[in-house]
């Protein structure tokens, strides 16, 4: 891990490529990215990026939230969607702006099925 974000897209016949610079999805904040979800963020009906931080740990997030001055602040980004031209970080946005110790996740299906 490198800290650079990669987006792989299927081509077909097995082959991918690296779409992570033309999708506008390399420029993050994050040491080393580790944790993603692609979802839905805001119901427009495009996938969505979140990306955690490998970094953050569990020291760091409680030294946040009681308020303690930290040299470096892990924090998650959020990268939304642009109708399928790219993405835009939006994390601080929404409010990512505190640690969040995550090293592996598991997204909820609505319908119940996993």
Not at 57 to 68: F, H, P, W
Not at 86 to 114: M, N, Q
């Amino acid at each position: 891990m490198d800290g650079t974000c990669r987006l792989f897209h299927q081509e077909g016949h097995g082959a991918f490529r690296d779409a992570a610079d033309d999708a506008g999805i390399t420029q993050t904040q994050i040491d080393r990215p580790v944790t993603c979800w692609f979802w839905d963020f805001d119901n427009d009906g495009w996938l969505d990026v979140f990306v955690n931080d490998y970094d953050c740990s569990l020291a760091e997030t409680i030294a946040d939230y009681m308020g303690l001055k930290l040299e470096h602040l892990s924090h998650s980004q959020l990268f939304r969607n642009l109708e399928g031209t790219g993405f835009r970080d939006i994390g601080e946005d929404v409010g990512l702006v505190h640690p969040i110790s995550a090293r592996c996740s598991r997204t909820p299906v609505a319908d119940g099925t996993g």
